[in-house]
């Protein structure tokens, strides 16, 4: 990169301030990997493309849910729903807390585990790793979603979750 283009890097403080602007989803993405399940909260979701159908999520590389999703080949994104913060938070939490402690889970297809009280599950099969910095993105290729459409979605916005 040119001294350029590196003279102009946002301070790490306004680039969140400037990304916090952007409303977002809440998903947290689920794994099963040799028997144990993993989960995070992630809000950098996204569709990638429509045929094939394609999803990513991106994830910092000291992810303990990105180090099993990797092997399993399998992950499911579930979109939370308005009531589920305290759930996002709970799969947020570092530590060695059982984050599905509290929380009913059922098997997908893929063998990743489905949240109850969701929006919407979307359960993929890994189909690509990419750079991205102090994260990996994977790409998903989505083998079956499901949607609850009498659910509001949780909205992620300036740090806190939107009242709606
Ligand atoms: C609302 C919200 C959104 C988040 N989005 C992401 C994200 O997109 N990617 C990410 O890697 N971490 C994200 N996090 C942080 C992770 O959930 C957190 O670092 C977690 O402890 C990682 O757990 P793991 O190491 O077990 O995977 C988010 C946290 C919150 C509360």
Request: a negative charge.
């Amino acid at each position: 990169m040119s001294a350029a283009l590196q003279s102009q890097a946002p301070e790490p403080a306004d680039f969140r301030k400037a990304m916090g602007s952007f409303a977002a989803g809440v998903t947290v993405v689920t794994a099963c990997h040799e028997g144990r399940l993993v989960g995070t909260t992630v809000s950098a979701f996204s569709s990638v493309s429509m045929d094939p159908p394609l999803v990513m999520v991106c994830l910092k590389r000291d992810s303990r849910t990105l180090a099993a999703v990797k092997p399993a080949e399998r992950f499911c994104v579930n979109i939370l729903a308005r009531e589920q913060g305290d759930l996002a938070y709970r799969f947020a939490k570092s530590g060695a807390d059982d984050r599905f402690a509290l929380t009913a889970v059922e098997a997908g297809v893929c063998g990743a585990p489905l949240l109850a009280g969701c929006v919407t599950a979307i359960e993929c099969a890994l189909h690509a790793v990419h750079d991205g910095g102090d994260h990996e993105i994977l790409v998903g290729r989505v083998l079956r979603v499901t949607t609850d459409e009498t659910k509001a979605p949780l909205v992620y916005v300036r740090g806190g979750f939107l009242d709606t």
